[in-house]
């Protein structure tokens, strides 16, 4: 098994293959503790002394913010003031129209 290290804590794994990148050893699977695989999650686990043990000072990594970006924030309002703009031109166009029709005339559109 091959284990990618980073402060001694196991940032990657893999059965089949290599790793690429840096600080990789081949480890002995049987070492493993047996609930390795299922609890995995980067930095979890340390390599002290040729064995796997938990990272007592292991933190849950914060989930990424849900949500708009700043830049999709201000494509929006770009948007939205694009539309605003087509829709007066739309509601003068009408209007245009509408009095050409009142006066009987045809529009060369």
Same mark, same amino acid.
């Given at each position: ?13 893999? *059965? ?14 049987? *070492?493993? #503790? ?7 999650? #980067? ?12 990272? #007592?000072?292991?933190?849950? $990594?914060? $989930? $990424? ?22 829709? *007066? ?21």
């Amino acid at each position: 098994m091959w284990l990618q290290l980073e402060n001694d804590q196991v940032i990657a794994w893999s *059965k089949l293959g290599g790793i690429d990148g840096t600080d990789v050893i081949d480890f002995d699977e049987s *070492k493993l #503790p047996d609930d390795f695989e299922e609890n995995f999650k #980067p930095s979890f686990y340390l390599l002290k002394n040729d064995e796997i043990v938990e990272n #007592p000072d292991f933190v849950e $990594p914060e $989930p $990424p913010a849900l949500g708009p970006s700043e830049q999709d924030k201000v494509n929006a309002q770009v948007l939205l003031k694009m539309a605003q703009q087509q829709q *007066k031109q739309d509601a003068f166009n009408a209007q245009v129209l509408l009095q050409i029709a009142k006066l009987g005339g045809t529009a060369n559109v």
